[in-house]
């Protein structure tokens, strides 16, 4: 096609939508109304898992710079086993809190 049937086509005034057009608008429109919203990100449980791997990564931080070395031997343990705990309780209230 070329500019001048173009032009020739859009200056027409017979041209009209199909009788079934308004009714495929309506049909497209009322499906998408039907859809669900998206998905939002779970900002909430973002926050709550970084506050807290935060708090243990201090908490191993303070540990591991005591200036007593035998403090850390013995603190270093405890500081695992309180990560692992966290991430049980973590994993757990998250599992509830999604239902």
């Known amino acids: 096609m070329d500019m001048d049937e173009i032009e020739r086509s859009l200056l027409d005034d ?3 939508p ?3 057009f308004q009714a495929d608008v309506m049909r497209a429109v009322r499906r998408e109304a039907a859809t669900l919203p998206p998905i939002r990100f779970p900002w909430e449980r973002l ?4 506050g807290g791997w935060l708090l243990v990564l201090a908490l191993a931080w303070k540990a591991m710079v005591s200036s007593d070395p035998a403090r850390l031997v013995t603190s270093a343990p405890a500081v695992a086993v309180a990560c692992l705990a ?3 309780v973590v994993q757990r209230a998250l599992r ?3 239902g």
């Open 47 to 50: 926050a709550v898992g970084a």
């Open 14 to 16: 017979r041209a009209e």
């Open 86 to 88: 966290f991430s049980f």
């Open 18 to 20: 199909r009788p079934s």
């Open 96 to 98: 509830v809190w999604a």
